[in-house]
C-alpha cells in the first residue's frame, strides 16, 4: 500500500476513534462515572503507555531535568491536562458530542490569535495569507459564539435506542449508557467547551518554546501527564471524597476508562505523532472536520441526540473558518519558501559575481562554489 493511502487511511481511523472518545465520554457521565475520576484513570493509562516509549526512544534527546522544566511542565499539565479536559467533561455533561466536536474545531484559528497577540505569530493583512487568517478567525469565533448563544429549533430528533421490557422488576428497558442526560444548562456547558479549546490553544503555544529547549516529545507529553495526574488527584482529595466513586461498578465503566486512556490517548496519539511526520500538521488538520461529522452520525445512533438550528449554522461557520486559517497557512509557507529561495539565488550570485572579479597573482580564479541545496523531504 502507497504511503500517501497509508495516511489517509490512518487519519480517517484517527478521526473515528477521536469520535469514539465523545460518544464513550457522554457514555460515562450517563452512568455517573465521576467527572474528577475520568481523568485521572484516563492520564493514568496513558502515562504508563508513553513512558516507556519517552524513556528507550530519547535517551540520547532527553537534556537534564532542573527544577525550571518541571515547574514548566507543571503549568503545560494545568493548561494543557487539568483545565483543557476539565472543561471539555464539564461541557459535554450540559451539550451532546456533536457540538463539543465541532466546537474543538475552532482550537487552529484560537492558537493563531493567541499566538498573534504574543507576537509568537505575524499578522501581515497587505497579504491574502494574512487577510484569510484573520477572516477564518472571525468566523470560528462567530461560529462558536452561535452555538453558545442560539440553540434554535430541533432540525432531526431521532428516536432513542430501546430494549424489549425485561422481564425482571425494576431492570432498566434501555441500555444504561445510551439515551441523554437531562437537567442541561446548554448556555453553561458551551462557555465550558470555549474554556476547553481556550486551554487547549494555550497548551499548543505555551508547548512551542519548551519543545526549543527541552526536544524531547514524548518526554515533555510523559511529565505533562504525570503532573496532570497529581493536580486531578489534589482536586479529587477536597471535591471526589466518597470512596465508592473510584471503584467500576460495570463492564460499561471499565470500557469507557480503557477506550479513553488505550484509544483516545495512547494509539490515537502515536498514529498522529506518525501522520504529522509523514504529511504533515496541515494535512492532519484538515481532517478534524471529519470527526464532526462522525460524531453526529454516531451519538445519533447510539444516543438518539437531537440537532439543533443554531448548532448546525455555529458548526459550518467553524468548518469554513477552519479552512481559511489553514488556507492562509499553507499560502503562507509558500510565500516564505519563495521568498527564501529568491534570497538564497540573489546572494549566491552576488556573491559569485563580488569573487570572480579579483584574482591572485597565478590568475586562479578566488569563486567560491555555490551551497548545496537542502535535501527534499516529506513534500
Not at 519548551?210 to 471535591?239: D, E, N
Request: charged share 10%; with cysteine.
Amino acid at each position: 500500500m502507497p504511503e500517501r493511502v497509508q495516511l489517509h487511511v490512518s487519519m480517517l481511523a484517527l478521526q473515528f476513534g477521536y469520535a469514539g472518545f465523545h460518544i464513550v465520554s457522554r457514555a460515562a457521565l450517563n452512568m455517573g462515572i465521576s467527572k474528577l475520576v475520568f481523568p485521572v484513570y484516563r492520564n493514568i493509562i496513558a502515562l504508563i503507555l508513553l513512558v516507556p516509549f519517552a524513556y528507550f526512544l530519547e535517551k540520547k534527546d532527553r537534556p537534564a531535568i532542573t527544577l525550571s522544566f518541571l515547574v514548566q511542565f507543571f503549568f503545560l499539565a494545568l493548561c494543557g491536562i487539568t483545565a483543557n479536559q476539565g472543561f471539555y467533561l464539564l461541557g459535554l455533561d450540559n451539550t451532546s458530542p456533536t457540538f463539543a466536536s465541532a466546537i474543538q474545531n475552532s482550537v487552529p484559528a484560537i492558537t493563531f490569535l493567541m499566538a498573534a497577540i504574543l507576537r509568537i505569530e505575524k499578522v501581515r493583512l497587505n497579504r491574502r495569507d494574512g487577510i484569510a487568517k484573520v477572516l477564518g478567525t472571525l468566523a470560528c469565533v462567530g461560529g462558536a459564539s452561535v452555538i453558545t448563544l442560539f440553540k434554535g429549533p430541533t432540525i432531526f430528533g431521532p428516536s432513542r435506542l430501546t430494549l424489549p421490557a425485561a422481564p425482571v422488576a425494576g431492570a432498566h428497558t434501555s441500555p444504561l449508557w445510551l439515551g441523554d442526560a437531562s437537567g442541561k444548562n446548554w448556555t453553561l456547558g458551551c462557555l465550558f467547551l470555549i474554556g476547553h479549546c481556550l486551554s487547549w490553544s494555550g497548551w499548543l503555544v505555551l508547548q512551542a518554546p519548551v519543545l526549543k529547549k527541552y526536544p524531547a516529545r514524548l518526554s515533555v507529553t510523559s511529565y505533562t501527564c504525570f503532573f496532570g495526574v497529581i493536580q486531578f488527584l489534589i482536586i479529587a482529595a477536597f471535591v471526589e471524597r466518597d470512596l465508592a466513586s473510584w471503584t467500576f461498578h460495570s463492564g460499561g465503566e471499565v470500557f469507557t476508562i480503557l477506550y479513553a486512556g488505550f484509544v483516545a490517548s495512547g494509539i490515537a496519539f502515536a498514529v498522529q505523532i506518525w501522520c504529522i511526520d509523514r504529511g504533515g500538521p496541515v494535512f492532519v488538520a484538515v481532517y478534524q472536520p471529519v470527526q464532526t461529522l462522525v460524531v453526529a452520525i454516531m451519538a445519533s445512533i447510539a444516543l438518539g441526540e437531537e440537532f439543533y438550528l443554531g448548532g448546525i449554522i455555529g458548526a459550518v461557520l467553524i468548518v469554513a473558518g477552519l479552512y481559511m486559517v489553514l488556507w492562509g497557512k499553507s499560502q503562507e509557507r509558500a510565500f516564505d519558501a519563495k521568498e527564501k529561495t529568491k534570497t538564497i539565488a540573489h546572494s549566491s550570485d552576488h556573491d559569485g559575481h563580488t569573487a570572480a572579479t579579483p584574482t591572485s597573482s597565478n590568475g586562479s580564479s578566488l569563486t567560491q562554489p555555490l551551497l548545496p541545496s537542502p535535501p527534499l523531504e516529506n513534500v
